[in-house]
């Protein structure tokens, strides 16, 4: 039977793989991808690791319907692999949280493909001890938002880490200030280029992608 692992690598830095998805990497007949416009950052995370093996990337573009490329990739996962063989499917982050790995795991469990899925650090957990804050402490809550937030939901937590903040900004600032958050601006986690924000305006400047927002009120 043909198998597939869904790893995830964490937010950035290649320390953060855990064991077993190193030795999952090492063991494996075929690397898959996600593709990003010739620069996957899952291969520039893992190329240490990955450097000597069959590389494949599959394309599901940000923002895009990607319901047929699901299906097209598992296809040729299926059509690459004999067997017998297991390949590793890498994302970002953690497999089952906002990942493209969910989409296209549905797609190989429907081609009889065995899959199982490696957790991964997530960007909210190494943003929280970058920031040095917890997630949350005893009889608290936390609330994981991508894009925007639920200000009936604010109302009742204490920490909020909201992913992908590029587009909606001012409105999720908004919302937390009228909600008594102290809020902290990360792009990058992990990586190299990574930086915190504090002050309102730099945040609302700011236009990278790979960012997010943690709060916890104050």
Known sequence: MKKIYGIGIGPGDAELLTLKAYRLIEASSCVFIPENKGDSLAG??????IKDKRVIELSFPMGADNQERYIQGAALINDTLKEG??????TLGDPMTYSTYAYLMRALVDLKIDTETVPGITSYNAAAAL?????????ESFYLADGDVSEDI???I???????????KQDIIS???RNGFHYYY???????SQSVITDKE???ADKDYMSLIFARRS
């Open 44 to 49: 520039r995370i893992t190329n240490e690791y």
């Open 85 to 90: 063989e297991s390949g590793v499917f890498l």
């Open 131 to 139: 920031l040095g804050l917890p997630v949350a402490l005893r009889d």
């Open 154 to 156: 604010l109302k009742k």
């Open 158 to 168: 204490d920490t909020v880490c909201i992913l992908k903040v590029s587009k909606n």
């Open 175 to 177: 919302k937390l200030e």
């Open 186 to 192: 990360v792009k990058r986690c992990t990586q190299e």
């Open 202 to 204: 730099g945040i609302l």
